[in-house]
T-cell receptor, first 111, second 117 residues
Framework: SQQGEEDPQALSIQEGENATMNCSYK?????LQWYRQNSGRGLVHLIL?????REKHSGRLRVTLDTSKKSSSLLITASRAADTASYFC???????????FGQGTRLTINP | GAVVSQHPSRVICKSGTSVKIECRSL??????MFWYRQFPKQSLMLMAT?????????EQGVEKDKFLINHASLTLSTLTVTSAHPEDSSFYIC?????????????FGDGTRLSIL
């Protein structure tokens, strides 16, 4: 079952602006991961944050994790047209082999 | 980075045909591979977890006789959609994870778009 919820479902911003996407989940986790999917393609792993970490950076990406609120956010700074894609969070629950994906955020960057 | 190859990328076939999709990890060994289904503008739904050398674990509601999974080696898993019908039309995606310890991301293939006429 899909346990993750993401908001917003869709986000449209101007190039250069920052984009923030949020993810909530329900169970205890080992880690939370963010993926990107371009239309009609597979998923690309962006960043993994472990349950004992609170913030992680990778280039223009910044991910936070609040295990007390069971939520995470993905911030993309200085957005570019090439960032247009769907973004999914996925949780790696304790005791489970599998990832559970959120519903995703469709991000559109307008030039 | 880790590469997962999925083949074919697109299949169009008549109702009643069986279709086999391959998922290969090209530069790493994957004890576990995963098969997902995705409908337009929706998230990924896990269908089954494929374990090398043993039977796949299917998610609730997924017919194991309909969606046959074989994971015969550490680099190859196959999904066969048997006697496919139009309602099986969808985007199927596989992923693989490194063998060994946890806290590893999954690496995804590029997906297979299946269209049943």
């Amino acid at each position: 079952s899909q346990q993750g919820e993401e908001d917003p479902q869709a986000l449209s911003i101007q190039e250069g602006e920052n984009a923030t996407m949020n993810c909530s989940y329900k169970t205890s986790i080992n880690n939370l991961q963010w993926y990107r999917q371009n239309s009609g393609r597979g998923l690309v792993h962006l960043i993994l944050i472990r349950s004992n970490e609170r913030e992680k950076h990778s280039g223009r990406l910044r991910v936070t994790l609040d295990t007390s609120k069971k939520s995470s956010s993905l911030l993309i700074t200085a957005s570019r047209a090439a960032d247009t894609a769907s973004y999914f969070c996925a949780t790696d629950a304790r005791g489970a082999q599998k990832l559970v994906f959120g519903q995703g955020t469709r991000l559109t960057i307008n030039p | 980075g880790a590469v997962v190859s999925q083949h074919p990328s697109r299949v169009i076939c008549k109702s009643g045909t069986s279709v086999k999709i391959e998922c290969r990890s090209l530069d790493f060994q994957a004890t576990t591979m995963f098969w997902y289904r995705q409908f337009p503008k929706q998230s990924l739904m896990l269908m089954a977890t494929s374990n090398e050398g043993s039977k796949a674990t299917y998610e609730q509601g997924v017919e194991k006789d309909k969606f046959l999974i074989n994971h015969a080696s550490l680099t190859l898993s196959t999904l066969t959609v048997t006697s496919a019908h139009p309602e099986d039309s969808s985007f199927y995606i596989c992923s693989a994870r490194f063998s060994g310890t946890g806290n590893q991301p999954q690496h995804f293939g590029d997906g297979t778009r299946l269209s049943i006429l």
